[in-house]
DNA sequence: ACAATTCATTTGGGTAACCAAATTTATTGT
DNA sequence: ACAATAAATTTGGTTACCCAAATGAATTGT
């Protein structure tokens, strides 16, 4: 009845592949610190273990890099992650932005079986509920080009692929409209005046300002 | 970023639960320690953490018993348990035998509306892919009464609840002759030789031995 | 009854993660 | 260049679990 392998490990390792994909920035210890809301010191060790475990390298000015051991570890971090933040929302009917806390508990259960299933049983998602892509089981991950609705050409068949703001307000405002992720679009019409955005959606017209319209990541082919 | 919340502590719960029901025994330090597979000392030191949490009584004699806290609890991971093993069976199409490991795991996801929704999902199910009984959201279960197919009454439509063996090669036989939990039949006559039985199960003729049939938990109204 | 066995308990350790505070080692603005 | 700032590191803890081995207490077979 052993819990639980390097539980914290999994959470350096993807806290991680995110900063480093993220951030512009070099990745030090106290960015990771930061990052972790865990106390220099405690990351400082672990980083160290981590080295020994071949999972980071620390570079001459400090930085902190995933090996290429490490990167292939997080991702599938991140594939379980995601695939469950799937589970979630398409299954148990979670909200988009209810999901996190619990994905990153079911993350960490440990059975490459188990997530291969779920790949199944959800029929194979490419992104999950925010819009991301999802890693194979090697790790492999489709990069999907974005950019904000505001952006996309008028009159092409568009999909809402990610939002660039997933704060309660804009969910909700996203619901009470009948937009989500997935959700087809095509823009009608930008308005000169005020550059508001005119847009079909399932034979609705729909009107979005802007500044909503900004936060819409539609494909880009 | 806190992990998990007394992890271990939930493993005991459970475990002191069912040795409180399985067993005629009374439940002391070392019959707790050879159950969770762990040294007495740990489990000493443990079991007085737990006392004084008021999730477990040490009485007079030293018998280890669940206050009706602790029975709570306890109660709680064995329903999140079952549904996690209902929930790999009917959804990922894992085996019987196969789910429990990961149910272990599963089990300690700490939250109650997931489970509650997991319920939802899998359509309440009464009992696990065992045939045990999953407890309500309050703790309360329906006690299954169950006998051996070898003891129960003739031409009366019965159903297989549960198995009193979960190897392998008697699940790889039940497999074969087209049995499982759920499973209607009928035991039609009973050979005086050898006491094997001959069984109906949709519509098609079964034989089984008197040891096959044993193993057979069956309804008991 | 009493030696043998079993159980309970104590003692002394161990590991993985965590922290605060002090210190050392850059880095940086003027 | 050099004081101020920031980052890295060290030191000395903590908690939750876990162990082996020694000791003490209770039970049991003969």
Redesign the pocket.
Known sequence: ?????????E??LKTLYKLENKQIKKV????L?KA??????????????MNERKLVE?LA???IILTDKGKKKALQIVRRHRLWEVFLVDKLSYKWNEVHDLAEQLEHIDSDDLVKRLEVFLGYPSVDPHGDPIPDENGKMKKIRTQPLTEAPLKKKLTIVALGNSSDEFLKYLDKIGLKIGAAVEIVEVEDFDKSLSISHKKNSIILSKEAADHLLVNMP
Do not use: G
Request: proline content about 3%.
């Open positions: 009845m052993q819990h639980f392998a390097h539980h914290s490990e959470n350096y030090n210890n106290i960015a610190s972790l809301e865990l106390n220099p010191a405690t990351v400082l060790e672990m980083v160290r273990r620390i000015d400090k930085t």
